[in-house]
């Protein structure tokens, strides 16, 4: 693809999200639905109380859509495509059912972590077993080591690696904006990964992710109008394993997704420390909760991330390239 036609699935994918956006908000808002916030988070989040949710559902639309259409068009509905559009579609309504039942029923907890993780060890499964049907190998990439075949254990990671992202960036969304600016980059940064490759099927959706994320981000940044919600967030971190496996460089999700690693990792040490010490290591987990307690400001949070982000991608186009 030239670099004109890069530019139409960027702009597929953020004017539906643009168009489509204020309506969702307005029906939220004209049926007095909105966020419920936990007494025990941040004393400064319970104002967002009552704050639309669910808004990921607006931009999955938008980027099944559009990718959809832009498949078509440059006849790229491969096994890759679709399976990337599977796991958007799964680990989106395992996030949907979720956010209904927290916004729809009026509860804090809406699916419980058993639920949701049976249906991304099946979603993981699935994906492995289109995968092998394609041809795709049982290789793991190392680096200083090169291609280690894992065989059936190849399997086990994929699921891991899809359980595991999906839930670290559905934990690091917690403030206005900062998931929709990460994966703007993340998504991004693979779209460079999968030109290079020639894999357009995957390119494609990447693109159309970096438009639909950017006209999310317009509702999203603080003061948010609206959150995505876990249909968004679960769904995003799912593809992001997804297509670092279909690209053959799942190593590169460590650095690129560096963000989401220190985010699970926070909450993991946090945890591990207050049953082990009775102590706490932060002030409050996420991380990004820790230095808002800090004093720091959700913009000052999003900026710093973000650069990490940025950073971080950076290092990784270079070690590739």
């Not at 559009?85 to 209904?100: A, E, K, P, Q, V």
């Not at 995968?131 to 291609?147: A, V, W």
């Not at 959706?205 to 317009?218: E, H, N, Q, S, Y």
């Not at 991380?287 to 990784?316: Q, R, Y």
Request: glycine share 12%.
């Amino acid at each position: 693809m030239s670099g004109a036609k890069l530019l139409i699935p960027i702009s597929l994918g953020f004017a539906f999200v643009l168009m489509a956006m204020p309506q969702f908000i307005g029906y939220f808002k004209m049926k007095k639905m909105g966020q419920a916030i936990r007494e025990e988070g941040p004393q400064g989040h319970l104002a967002k109380t009552g704050t639309p949710t669910m808004g990921g559902v607006v931009f999955l639309i938008s980027i099944v859509l559009s990718s959809i259409i832009m498949g078509i068009w440059q006849k790229e509905l491969t096994p890759s495509f679709w399976s990337v559009i599977f796991i958007l579609t799964l680990y989106g309504l395992l996030g949907f059912l979720d956010d209904f039942i927290k916004v729809f029923k009026k509860r804090n907890m809406g699916l419980n972590s058993k639920q949701k993780l049976i249906g991304q060890i099946i979603g993981g499964i699935i994906l492995y077993a289109i995968m092998k049907m394609d041809g795709m190998s049982d290789e793991l990439f190392i680096p200083l080591l090169g291609d280690v075949n894992l065989g059936f254990f190849f399997g086990v990671f994929a699921v891991i690696w899809l359980v595991g992202f999906s839930n670290a960036v559905n934990l690091t969304d917690g403030i206005d904006g900062l998931v929709a600016g990460l994966g703007t980059i993340s998504f991004g940064t693979y779209a460079i990964i999968a030109y290079n490759q020639d894999q357009i099927g995957v390119l494609l959706i990447c693109l159309t992710t970096v438009g639909a994320l950017l006209g999310f981000l317009v509702f999203n940044k603080k003061p948010a109008k609206i959150f995505m919600g876990d249909v968004g967030s679960l769904a995003l971190g799912g593809m992001l394993a997804a297509i670092s496996i279909l690209l053959h460089q799942e190593w590169t999700l460590l650095l690129i997704g560096l963000v989401y690693v220190l985010e699970t990792l926070s909450v993991m040490l946090q945890v591990a420390s207050f049953k082990l010490t009775g102590k706490r290591i932060f002030k409050m987990s996420p991380i990004h909760h820790h230095f808002e307690l800090s004093g720091w400001s959700e913009w000052k949070i999003d900026i710093v991330f973000w650069i990490v982000g940025l950073v971080m991608s950076a290092i990784t186009l270079g070690i590739l390239y």
